[in-house]
């Protein structure tokens, strides 16, 4: 089965502290991963994508075969950081119709000054 | 500026009423999405379509159906509402070249009484 979780509902952290948004997944391919953030009153939009190994508004995620899990890292956390995240598995639907996107519950992030 | 336009943000229904839901984009993308926004659920797709008059069954397409005519609209309807279809729903268009980079409506409040 293709599943995508993310563990925390809610993350709170002090401003300048380390977050981490923890994703695992199961997939019986090879995976392709990617983060989309929701800021307050705004749109759903792509933060990242593991196969580009960038890193977007200071955070990074690095895909872990071995673990299934595609975790979303900051080093030190911004107000403005805080938003809702949700981690997303590229998929094949059965059918043939192509490729779908596999989201995770989500999770909130408070960074608190 | 990329856009995906959604007709209402916040609308309230009866039970039993039948629902319209539209979403325009105006990139000339061939994949449109819908999905159903729940606390800690994520995102769900209901359907989604690759081309004009194409559909395709998501995860959740149960109480709930489709129309796309032209490339620009794709439309999602109750066709009886019930509490349970109470949500956010967003709409999402994509290129099938890409289709994980996916851009998304603001979103439809939907109320069910």
């Known amino acids: 089965a293709q599943r995508v979780t993310q563990p925390e509902k809610l993350l709170s952290v002090f401003k300048g502290a380390p977050v981490e948004l923890k994703c695992n997944y199961s997939?019986?391919?090879?995976?392709?991963l990617f983060w989309y953030v929701q800021y307050s009153r705004q749109r759903l939009q792509l933060l990242l994508r593991h196969i580009s190994r960038e890193s977007i508004k200071g955070f990074t995620a690095d895909l872990n075969k071995g673990e299934t899990s595609f975790h979303l890292k900051k080093p030190f956390a911004q107000e403005e950081d805080s938003a809702m995240y949700y981690c997303?598995?590229?998929?094949?639907?059965?059918?043939?119709?192509?490729?779908?996107?596999?989201f995770g519950g989500g999770t909130r992030l408070m960074v608190k000054p | 500026d990329v856009k995906v336009t959604q007709s209402s943000r916040y609308l309230v229904k009866r039970t039993g009423e039948k629902v319209f839901l539209e979403c325009v984009q105006d990139?000339?993308?061939?994949?449109m999405f819908w999905y159903r926004q729940d606390p800690g659920l994520g995102l769900r797709l209901i359907y989604f379509?690759?081309?004009?008059?194409?559909?395709e069954k998501g995860d959740i397409p149960e109480g709930y159906s489709v129309s796309r005519e032209k490339k620009e609209r794709f439309s999602l309807i109750l066709e009886s509402a019930s509490t349970n279809q109470t949500s956010m729903y967003l709409c999402?268009?994509?290129?099938?070249?890409?289709?994980?980079?996916?851009?998304f409506g603001p979103g439809t409040r939907l109320t069910v009484t």
């Open positions: 379509s690759y081309d004009v008059k194409m559909k």
């Open positions: 999402a268009s994509s290129s099938p070249r890409s289709v994980y980079e996916q851009y």
């Open positions: 990139m000339d993308h061939e994949n």
């Open positions: 997303a598995l590229k998929r094949y639907m059965n059918n043939n119709a192509g490729n779908m996107l596999t």
């Open positions: 997939y019986s391919g090879s995976p392709e």
